[in-house]
């Protein structure tokens, strides 16, 4: 392969690979549909689209009203996350507590922020909207941030040459520097929003293509539900593609890979942990502080004293850390192999992928497409598929954990240097060798980006599908304790929830920071 | 303003006790005293990683000095920094990859606070040889039209002192010597002073006043060479007799600064 071939390969040729996938997905479909007709499993994409025919007003009005309110979520989320970006940079003090809280936030179970939305903003648009924005808002700041930041210092110092200072440095360079990433990130987001507008209309909206999975899911409609899954897929692409299509437009240079550097290792010992702390502590004071200054009521509002009180002080507590316990191992049984699963299968696909070019080729576009599937579709039909046992579960979240492995995998083997491939193509060294010495320590990085930011998404995949589908482990209690008004229970799982999952997120950071100083220390920030 | 036909004068550049040493203990300058007369071209030959880079950003007000100050007509560097009177055209041309050549070119004027100026972008452009690239990006281009484009982009704010730090490494002979005949005529007019560093001898002589041999780190000046050939320099120059003993003089001081023995000079 030529570096010319890498670096362009020309974009009419990947739209055939992209439609060459497609079909063959397409025929995949259609194949296993005729060989599984008679189990009530699978609906063939004739039988789907005469579904769509027949239904076209339901199906309209309801991609409509959803698409408004993922419109909105990811309006509100992004600018929330550009201001956000704009004030962790130009107070660097703040960036720590700013980008720990929004882990925090983002860490919160949509499953049971739902309901509670629900509850504080009555009847309407209001939770599906915050859910929308804020499935959004993490994965356009972190790629932000780091965008403002990915300035060579030579471009800095041709603006202090001239005298000029931060603003003309925010403004002429990195302003403009940190758009591939900006784009990079609102294509990640198009997606998430459409999920976490369907998300919010579980908690007993009126309309939308939520409502509908809801009803179809109880009615076993089995071709209504692979319609919705369809619709619910071909918008998410389209809404990729699209904001890919304009990035293209809009920049000249190729899209970066968005790695969210971890922080360099320059911190003593307990600085990590004591940022978690105050980061705790400053979360619990907003949580408190917002409480208190809309004056809401304490019965479905709780306050972290009164989470305290019901985990701990109450008379039933113990009981009540029982039933939480046993249902987060519950989950953890399955999402764990799942995680792992996800993770190991990304990144040895990809790996084994690059030695054959033209697969890679095929497989990308494929997976990109895949990847913006959304969850609450794809839950119902893999457990469909493979029951509501272990089995339906822990595949679901390796294949949510597999897509973004995957793709960032490919890309950050993909990124192995122009110069240092050319360097092994001179001594004609072998594919395997070249991924050996330079593909997969480039990949690292990329791989461990992906591995984080899939932890609540894997989170957020078990525990719909729990509430879904299966009625157990944490997803379900939660979806349980808000039908039941329980509201002790439901605040006490998302405080917990949220916390582990910032923990794994930690734990995997620092399992990163390890790795990468050993086998890859030039990727490390400087 | 007065102030104005006093620094219209080519400012002379003091360098007083400067030095400079990096975090780990790498002291890379001893304190160094050096002054570089107003509207010359000096060039600084040494070997690589010396400090020659990190003399040009001190002198930039780009780093800070240990000890010692520079002083650049009389003012700070930061002062002149301030009034768009120092460019330099850094070891790797650094263009933005998003703007095209003439638009990085207008983006050093607006820096520098100075009108935009269509007619000067081009024509720099077109001095430096990329005439007919004025819209191609970088990408677009070759190493040596990426650091002709650089310079183009230091020169365009018309500076005082204008500090080029190998710009013509990746250039080919023939294009560097038309480059060593037209810039420097183009400096005497507008009254620049210039520091520049380079690895070639040659290219030192062919544009220089005066060539300053550095040691190896920490940098000491161990040969200050005056540079007597007549402005403009043709091409054809480097046929000449003086030329080469000057060349050979200057990598005499190379070796010898370096702790090696001198070479024979030809007889
Ligand atoms: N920011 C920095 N931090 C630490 N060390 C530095 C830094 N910049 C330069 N150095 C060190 O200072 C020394 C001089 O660097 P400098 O770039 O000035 O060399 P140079 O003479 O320009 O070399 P070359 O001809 O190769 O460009 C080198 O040993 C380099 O490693
Ligand atoms: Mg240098």
Redesign the pocket.
Known sequence: MTRADRLGGGRFRAGITAGVGLLILLLLWEVLARALSGQFLLAAPAEVLSWLNAQRGLMTRALIQTLANAAAGFLAGNLVAIALAGIAFVWPRTERPVTGLALLIFCLPLVATGPILRVLLGPGNGPQIWLAALAVYYTTLIPLLVGLRAAPASWLDLVRSHGRGRWAELIHIRARAALPYLFAGLQIAAPAAFLGAMVGEFTGAERGMGVLTIRFIRAMDVPAIWALASVAAAVSILAYASIGWLARAVLTEPPPVILAPPRAARARRWSGLRQMLMTGGLALLLWWAAMQALDLNRFFAKRPGDVFDALFLAPDAGAMRATLGSALLETAVYLLPGYLAGLALGAGLAALIVLVPPLAALAMPLAVALRSVPIVTTAPLIVLALGRGAAGTTALVAVMVFFPTFVACLHGLRQAPGQIMDVFDSHAAGRLSRLIHVRIPAMLPAFFAAARVSVPAAILAVTVVEWLATGRGIGSLMALSASISDYDMLWASVVVVAVLSVLCHAGVAALERRVLRRYAPEQEEP | MQADTASAMPPEIVCAGLSKS??GG?R?LPPLDLTLTGGQTTALV?P???????LLRLIAGLEAPDTGRVTIGGESPATMQKRGAISMAF?DPSLLPWRTVRGNLALALKLAHQPADPGAVDRMIALVGLAGFEDARPAALSGGMRQRAAVARAMVTRPRLLLLD?PFGAVDELTRRQLAFDLPRLWETRGTTTLL?T?SVAEAVLLADRVLVLSP?PARVVADIPVTLPHPRRPAITQEAAFHDLADGIFSALMAGAGQVPAQTAP
């Open positions: 990096f975090p790498l890379v040494g690589s990683g010396c400090g020659k880079s990190t070891q190998e560093v690895h780190r």
